[in-house]
Structures are given as structure tokens and as C-alpha cells.
């Protein structure tokens, strides 16, 4: 754990940048890849900087207006300090989704055939991203109450909170569920699902993993029902994925009725 990797010159790199930008590297390369052979791969190579400058927008409007207005309203001239930190991948999802469907209806190509292929990349990013958390020390979990746990060094988040406390490893086990979410995924891929099936399954998946690991978080406020804004956010995630899923299947059935007749 290790929230400076080193420094050159004075300027200090920290390993939040390093893998975060790693992490990227590889959903592109995994995005570029599942591409293959079809009409969207020459396309993604294009989507990276609506995808990367709407993620970053995205990212930090969710940490500053859903997960920490408390300190952001009392504190307004931070809000466009985004270099302090603080963003939020559910956030940074967002913004990204939003900047493909303005990408694909100004290329006039299928967002859902688009997102299908992007769907096992951005989650294979996500895994690779919680290192960075892991190593910045943030994304972390509340006291175990048991000598089980993480105790983070000082010069992190986590200690500056809780000091030397057994804390849950909730960011290791949300990157260690996303590669099963991955996996799964992958094997999706050889199963005929409606058009958008693949990112549809991607969503529910992660919201179920990230609503049930929020429980263990210790850095977020919480507020109707014990829940945090990641709860709230995955609950909504669900509930929208799983309606439009169920209404793609559906209306395939009855597609497939007709043809039959």
C-alpha cells in the first residue's frame, strides 16, 4: 500500500494516477479486442476521449452532489478541485454511458450492439481500478470490531479516519467481483441474448455487487434505510436495467411468435 509511488524532480506520482490510467489502457485493449470482426471495432479507438472527458465530468458530480454534499456545500469554492480528489466511479460510468449514446447516434451506429461490446471491458477496468483505491487507501471499508482486517498506514485516507483499526477489505473484494463479473460475461458472449442483453447483464451484475459491499464501506454517508449513495444509485440501476432487459426479452418472444405463425 502505497499512496506515492516515487517522485522525479519534486513531482510526486501517486499510484492512483499510475493504475487508474493502466486500468484504462486495458479496457480499451479488451474493448478493442471483443471488437473483433465486427463494424464497432474502428470505432472504439475514437471513443476514448468522449468517453474519458465525459467519465471525468460524471465522476465528479456524483462524489461532490451525492456522495459528499455535507463537506462540498460548506466548502463550494472545492467543488472544481477535482486535482484534492474525489470522483466516483459510478459517477464516472455514467458520464461515459452518456458520451457513448451521443457518440453512437452522431456515428448513427446501434448503442446496444456498442455497448454490448464495451460491457466486459469497462468492468475488467473497474477490477483493475480498485487497486488504485486499494493503494491510495480510499474506497474503504468500516472497523471489523474483530483483529480480522486492513490497517491502513498513516498518509492515508482510511488512517487519517479510523487510524490503526481493522477495516473491512471492501475495495479488494469489489475488484475480486468484478472478474467474476467479467468472466461471466465472457461466457454470455455464447449465449443469444437480445441486443443490449450483454450490457443490461453487465449492470445488473455490478449494481448487486456494489449495492451488497457498500454495507461493508466506511467512507460514506448514509442516509434513508442505512443506505449510502452507491446503494441508492445500484438500486436504481437495477430496477431500470432489469425492466428494460425483461421488456427487450419480451418483445424477442413475441417476435419470434409472429415469425413462427
Request: charged content about 15%; proline content about 3%; hydrophobic content about 50%.
Amino acid at each position: 500500500m502505497r499512496v506515492i509511488l516515487f517522485e522525479v524532480g519534486g513531482l510526486s506520482i501517486r499510484s492512483y494516477g499510475v493504475i487508474v490510467g493502466l486500468a484504462v489502457l486495458l479496457a480499451i485493449g479488451v474493448a478493442y479486442y471483443l471488437a473483433r470482426g465486427t463494424n464497432y471495432q474502428k470505432h472504439i479507438l475514437n471513443l476514448v476521449f468522449y468517453v474519458i472527458f465525459s467519465a471525468i465530468i460524471g465522476a465528479r458530480i456524483w462524489h461532490v452532489f451525492f456522495f459528499q454534499w455535507g463537506y462540498y456545500s460548506k466548502h463550494l469554492g472545492e467543488i472544481f478541485a477535482i486535482w484534492n480528489g474525489g470522483i466516483s466511479i459510478q459517477g464516472a460510468l455514467i458520464g461515459g454511458f452518456i458520451a457513448v449514446a451521443y457518440y453512437a447516434r452522431k456515428e448513427k451506429i446501434s448503442f446496444w450492439g456498442l455497448a454490448d461490446i464495451l460491457a466486459p471491458a469497462i468492468i475488467f477496468g473497474q477490477a483493475v481500478g480498485r487497486i488504485a483505491c486499494f493503494l491510495n487507501g480510499d474506497a474503504f471499508g468500516a472497523p471489523t470490531g474483530t483483529g480480522f482486517g486492513i490497517v491502513y498506514p498513516e498518509g492515508t485516507i482510511a488512517f487519517e479516519r479510523y487510524g490503526s483499526v481493522p477495516l473491512w477489505p471492501a475495495e479488494i473484494w469489489e475488484g475480486q467481483l468484478d472478474l467474476i463479473v467479467f468472466g461471466i460475461l465472457l461466457v454470455l458472449k455464447n449465449i443469444k441474448l437480445p441486443k443490449g442483453g450483454q450490457f443490461l447483464s453487465y449492470n445488473i451484475m455490478y449494481a448487486l455487487v456494489r449495492f451488497s459491499m457498500e454495507f461493508l464501506r466506511g467512507d460514506s454517508p448514509r442516509y434513508a434505510l442505512g443506505w449510502t449513495a452507491g446503494q441508492w444509485t445500484s438500486m436504481s440501476i437495477l430496477v431500470i436495467s432489469l425492466s428494460v432487459f425483461l421488456y427487450f426479452f419480451t418483445r424477442n418472444q413475441v417476435k419470434e411468435t409472429v415469425h413462427r405463425v
